[in-house]
């Protein structure tokens, strides 16, 4: 745990913060945001295209996944951009949820966060295995539990690592799933929420990688 909490845990995870205080925040209708590659308001990256959705399908030209949003949900990334507070180091790709707070429901509020953070931010992390150190010591002190410690976890060819967790809300339970990869020197995670398992496995599901193309033999 030492080595862990060497990992930048000061810096913690943002978005993971904002997800877990937020999840039934959503306020907005789900906006068409063109995948021009315009960055976000507070995105100050000039290499990382934020990508964006059509057709409820959110597009990530820099890292490779799609994914497909569940018909009727609503959009609230541009919103929790908006109150990052250091931009430089946390990149807020995807923030979708079921409902928004005006709409009454006796269910979790469910949703997916897909952020990148800067590695460099986690002084020493080597791997995203690592990464949930600081994430598990966050999760815990908002009240959720582990369910399953990381473990590999596939994703089309793509290899992420998962782990589970759970809290109980009244008479019901949230369950959360967060995968973790490292890609282009970001940490970059995706996180489900919803009222069972099998809900946040069918969440995951709607997540996938496009495949590498193989390098062309010289002739």
């Not at 030209?61 to 990334?77: A, N």
């Not at 931009?87 to 269910?107: M, N, Q, T, W």
């Not at 069972?196 to 193309?213: N, P, Q, R, W, Y």
Request: glycine share 8%; proline share 8%; net charge neutral.
């Amino acid at each position: 745990m030492t080595e862990m909490r060497c990992l930048g845990y000061a810096a913690s995870s943002l978005f993971a913060v904002v997800l877990l205080s937020r999840v039934v925040q959503a306020q907005q209708p789900l906006k068409q945001r063109p995948a021009s590659g315009k960055p976000a308001p507070n995105t100050n990256s000039a290499t990382l295209d934020p990508g964006g959705i059509t057709a409820d399908v959110y597009r990530s030209p820099s890292f490779g996944f799609t994914y497909k949003i569940p018909f009727g949900w609503v959009d609230r990334t541009q919103e929790m951009s908006e109150d990052s507070s250091d931009p430089k180091k946390s990149i807020l790709l995807l923030a979708v949820f079921e409902r928004p707070p005006e709409a009454s429901g006796d269910s979790v509020n469910s949703a997916v966060v897909v952020a990148a953070e800067a590695a460099a931010s986690y002084p020493g992390l080597r791997n995203a295995e690592q990464y949930f150190g600081p994430l598990t010591e966050l999760t815990k002190s908002k009240g959720l539990k582990v369910v399953n410690e990381p473990y590999e976890f596939p994703v089309g060819a793509k290899q992420l690592v998962r782990g589970d967790f759970s809290k109980p809300l009244r008479n019901l339970t949230m369950h959360q799933s967060t995968l973790v990869m490292m890609e282009k020197g970001y940490v970059v995670s995706f996180t489900f929420i919803g009222g069972s398992e099998d809900e946040v496995d069918g969440l995951v599901e709607a997540l996938s990688f496009s495949a590498k193309k193989p390098a062309t033999p010289h002739k």
